[in-house]
T-cell receptor
Framework: GAGVSQSPSNKVTEKGKDVELRCDPISGHTALYWYRQRLGQGLEFLIY????????KSGLPSDRFSAERTGESVSTLTIQRTQQEDSAVYLCASSSTGEVQPQHFGDGTRLSIL | KQEVTQIPAALSVPEGENLVLNCSFT??????LQWFRQDPGKGLTSLLL?????REQTSGRLNASLDKSSGRSTLYIAASQPGDSATYLCAVTGGKLIFGQGTELSVKP
């Protein structure tokens, strides 16, 4: 079946603009995660959705970052008033029931802030 | 705070060699440990997942072990091939995944 799909694959925008990144998880997966991978650094957790529970937002770096998920489907990650340090690859992952199941990753969105 | 460390940061081996990648973590309260590979410009591909109650998992030429009490995991790759060249990441989960920095592996023909 289809894997995790992210769009766009690449995004270049000017500093100060807002951007919206999209993730389509694997059908039936109740858990969805967003991570960030900055150049030369490891992956950082951003936010976690599990079913209808309140999301774990503990990894969001600032209030310019927000994410939404409609039910158990698509999620969008929004970055407002982008800064150059927001340049990174943003990866989305989904899993079938959460913590004990493997996470399956999309190919990511490469975001470049000029 | 959970911290994950991978050693070595980079490794270059000739084709056919067996090799071991190391991962250590500071907090043994984990649900599972997962090994991934990442190819340049790509997302992560899950290789093996070891539940906290398990000691090892095998898939083809790959074998991963977990010693939760000592906070260590190893990924053993047998008879390495040039196609194994990638960055290998380990991650532990107590909910979200906490990643190591990765080991960049190069297998030379």
């Amino acid at each position: 079946g289809a894997g995790v799909s992210q769009s766009p694959s690449n995004k270049v925008t000017e500093k100060g603009k807002d951007v919206e990144l999209r993730c389509d998880p694997i059908s039936g997966h109740t858990a969805l995660y967003w991570y960030r991978q900055r150049l030369g650094q490891g992956l950082e957790f951003l936010i976690y959705f599990q079913g209808n529970s309140a999301p774990d937002k503990s990894g969001l770096p600032s209030d310019r970052f927000s994410a939404e998920r409609t039910g158990e489907s698509v999620s969008t990650l929004t970055i407002q008033r982008t800064q150059q340090e927001d340049s990174a690859v943003y990866l989305c992952a989904s899993s079938s029931t959460g913590e004990v199941q493997p996470q399956h990753f999309g190919d990511g969105t490469r975001l470049s802030i000029l | 705070k959970q911290e994950v460390t991978q050693i070595p940061a980079a490794l270059s081996v000739p084709e056919g060699e067996n090799l071991v990648l190391n991962c250590s973590f500071t907090d043994s309260a984990i649900y599972n440990l997962q090994w991934f590979r990442q190819d340049p410009g790509k997302g992560l591909t899950s290789l093996l997942l070891i539940q906290s109650s398990q000691r090892e998992q095998t898939s083809g030429r790959l074998n991963a072990s977990l010693d939760k009490s000592s906070g260590r995991s190893t990924l053993y790759i047998a008879a390495s091939q040039p196609g194994d060249s990638a960055t290998y990441l380990c991650a532990v989960t107590g909910g979200k995944l906490i990643f190591g920095q990765g080991t960049e592996l190069s297998v030379k023909p």
